[in-house]
């Protein structure tokens, strides 16, 4: 720490020196420049990692340039008014988000990370994944701790514990990961599966609270906020992965230690610990300074958004980005610590095998009883849109020639992904004849019509554009009573207002989404399993579209739904975060430049930085209550129950308890 402290000195000292220089960011000698300390290294001690990250100063154009955009990208934020009072489950997320803006416009910065830190901090407690300051210059760390903790029950008891499966689980990080600990005689292997008593000198459940309350974001809800702080099995990518949790696996490399007092297995009394954390490196490769703030940092050809009407910038995006370039509707969050992504020690992965359909994001599964079937669908955003259609109907198919009479879905740390999916899920479990009873497929939506969404919709229909241009375009859209919206039909004027928290809220007319013309396989008429027979487990980190999935088989289908974790003795939401459809800021800056309105003064400027600002862009209605977005209508799971030592690693294991609760 002290070194750390006076390296600072030292380099604020030489940039002193060099007041105003226009080369601020480059590193005049390797001594001086810590990020050459850390270059070509994966793991580094977290104090190296931040001095490297504190290494560029505070730059009052970069600060004028984000706070511009991220003010006027929250004109289109559909929940703005919300956080002036949210209301109950929700009241810990209050926030006067002008007022945030205004603090950081004014505060004093000594680097450029302080400033991120800041504005990354206000956004992430916002609890909503939807809205988020994303910079990738400082995203490019993880710190790691040689100890994930999650809360399980034991003997009737609940109880936070090092994860017990610490030594088959760390080595998969690699030997350069253990090595560090070896070398400083640290033995993190006889932490496995200790009961932890206190963390950094509070209750366990105390600080899990504090973590989930200051630092795990993306949920609004604070039970749901709680469960990401521990660690869980999820599927990242295509493969079964442990997640860290937030306790031991946060997002900045600004913390040294943390210190734990234990109960290590078969010890006769409790001691404390100090547990070193190591950085871990997931940015682009540098070798100094100056490469680090190139490579990760400055804007690039992809940060910003690009006029889709332009033929020859589309094709550059095709094959750079050919998910962006096709604009289906997307509904996620960003898991930071997808980054560092390490697979579940494979002797914790299902026994059974899997059925036919599950080489992507899904896995499916007959239970040894043989008449289970289990579709664990580990997020809504696979590579291939089509395929995700296409691996449900196989997966059906392989159940029915299985005999399979009664199905678990299983939605463990689902981040959510394209809205349509979401849709086509839930109507390929109900089927065609119960689809027929309701219209509108999904829920009521509308966007916020501020004036310049109001000039999009006015300059898009003039242009004549269609949805291969713009999410704003009105084809995108149905009428409520599921009829294609014609393109010249402007849904946003005359907008509808409405108050909330004593402000004048003005939204678009609501509208439906347009699904089916996506779906590629037939939805079957008759459902393959009686509603009764459907139920869906998780530990409610299910967001976006998992969510509003979710909310559809509980609002429409009164599906039996299990959470697993949480605080001992409360209750939290089944759904994580649920608003609607995400515009990141490549989507909106590109809805401004094809519709021609980059000029008008309402505009945002196009990003210096590397970085995204995302918003939630649209509202998703409750069936239940068609005045609250189902965001802020609180809907609990029917059922909780506590992970033990044998599931909340185990799949497999927690499908079968889940059978013997949730079906007669
Ligand atoms: C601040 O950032 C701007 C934009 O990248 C750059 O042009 C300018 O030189 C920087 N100022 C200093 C003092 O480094
Ligand atoms: C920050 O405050 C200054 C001084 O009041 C003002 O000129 C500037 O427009 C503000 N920046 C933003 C992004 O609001
Ligand atoms: C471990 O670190 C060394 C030195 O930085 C590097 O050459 C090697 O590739 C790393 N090994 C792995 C498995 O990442
Ligand atoms: C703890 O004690 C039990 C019973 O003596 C023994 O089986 C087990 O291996 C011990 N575990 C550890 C980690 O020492
Ligand atoms: C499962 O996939 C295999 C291999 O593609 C195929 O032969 C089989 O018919 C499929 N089973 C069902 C029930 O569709
Ligand atoms: C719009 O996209 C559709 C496919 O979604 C394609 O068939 C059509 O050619 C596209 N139209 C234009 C004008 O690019
Ligand atoms: C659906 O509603 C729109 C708008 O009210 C109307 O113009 C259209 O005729 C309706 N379509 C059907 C099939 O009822
Ligand atoms: C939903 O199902 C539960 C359990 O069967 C039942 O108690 C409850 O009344 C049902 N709710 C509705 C709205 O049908």
Redesign the pocket.
């Known amino acids: 720490m002290v070194s750390l402290t006076s390296r600072f000195i030292a380099l604020a000292a030489l940039l002193g020196a060099f007041g105003g220089s226009e080369v601020a960011f480059a590193a005049p000698t390797a001594a001086a420049d810590p990020c050459v300390k850390v270059a070509g290294k994966t793991f580094v001690p977290p104090a190296d990692a931040l001095a490297c990250l504190k290494s560029f100063p505070f730059n009052e154009t970069l600060r004028q340039n984000v706070l511009t955009v991220v003010d006027r990208v929250f004109n289109f934020y559909t929940f703005e008014d919300y956080y002036l009072n949210s209301p109950p489950p929700f009241q810990d997320s209050t926030v006067n988000i002008r007022a945030q803006l205004k603090r950081i416009n004014t505060t004093k910065y000594a680097t450029d990370y302080d400033f991120n830190h800041d504005l990354f901090v206000f956004t992430s407690q916002l609890n909503d994944g939807h809205t988020r300051w994303l910079p990738s210059c400082y995203e490019t760390y993880q710190n790691l701790l040689p100890a994930p903790v999650v809360t399980l029950e034991e003997n009737g008891v609940e109880g936070v514990f090092v994860v017990p499966d610490l030594t088959d689980f760390i080595p998969l990080l690699g030997s350069n990961f253990t090595d560090f600990f070896k070398a400083q005689n640290f033995d993190w292997e006889r932490l496995a599966g200790a009961r932890v008593l206190k963390i950094q000198g509070q209750d366990p459940y105390a600080y899990a609270e504090t973590i989930a309350h200051t630092q795990s974001g993306n949920y609004l809800d604070h039970g749901v906020r709680v469960n990401s702080v521990f660690s869980s099995y999820r599927i990242s990518g295509t493969d079964f992965s442990q997640r860290f949790g937030d306790i031991a696996g946060p997002v900045f490399p600004d913390l040294e230690s943390l210190t734990m007092t234990v109960q290590v297995v078969n010890a006769s009394r409790p001691e404390t610990v100090k547990i070193p954390f190591l950085a871990s490196y997931a940015g682009a490769d540098f070798t100094n300074g100056a490469d680090f703030w190139a490579n990760n940092c400055a804007a690039n050809s992809d940060t910003n958004g690009i006029d889709f009407k332009n033929a020859a910038q589309v094709a550059k995006l095709t094959s750079d980005a050919p998910l962006r370039a096709r604009k289906l509707a997307k509904a996620s969050i960003v898991d930071l610590s997808q980054k560092v992504s390490i697979g579940l020690p494979s002797q914790f992965e299902p026994t059974v095998p899997t059925v036919n359909g599950s080489e992507g994001v899904i896995k499916s599964y007959v239970l040894p009883d043989g008449k289970t079937g289990v579709m664990f669908v580990g997020s809504f955003e696979p590579d291939d849109f089509f395929g995700f259609q296409t691996d449900v109907q196989s997966s059906f198919a392989d159940f029915q020639s299985k005999g399979v009479s009664q199905l678990i879905v299983d939605l463990t740390n689902n981040g959510g992904g394209f809205v349509c999916l979401g849709q086509f899920l839930h109507a390929f479990l109900v089927g065609t004849k119960s689809l027929g009873t309701f219209q509108n497929p999904g829920f009521q939506s509308t966007m916020r019509a501020n004036p310049l969404a109001q000039k999009i919709v006015a300059s898009d229909i003039a242009l004549g554009l269609d949805d291969n241009f713009s999410f704003y375009t009105p084809d995108n859209w149905a009428f409520l009573n599921d009829t294609e919206m014609p393109l010249t039909h402007n849904y946003i004027t005359p907008a509808s207002t409405r108050t909330i928290n004593g402000q004048q809220f003005v939204e678009s007319q609501r509208f439906a989404d347009v699904c089916e013309t996506g779906f590629v396989v037939d939805i079957p008429e008759e459902p393959f399993f009686a509603p009764?027979k459907i139920a869906i487990v998780g530990n409610a980190n299910c967001a976006s579209t998992c969510a509003m999935f979710s909310t559809l088989m509980n609002e429409r289908h009164?599906t039996?739904i299990a959470n697993f974790g949480g605080m001992p003795g409360t209750q939290f939401e089944f759904k994580g975060m649920a608003g609607n459809q995400v515009l990141e800021w490549f989507d909106i800056d590109s809805e401004i430049k094809t519709a021609n309105l980059k000029d008008d003064p309402l505009a945002p400027p196009d990003l210096l930085v590397n970085a995204d600002f995302r918003h939630n862009w649209r509202i998703a209605y409750s069936f239940l209550d068609e005045t609250t977005p189902i965001e802020y209508h609180s809907e609990r799971s029917?059922f909780r129950f506590a992970y033990t030592a044998e599931t909340y690693n185990n799949p497999q294991n927690l499908w079968t308890f889940a059978t013997s609760k949730l079906f007669s």
């Open positions: 009764d009164n039996t029917r």
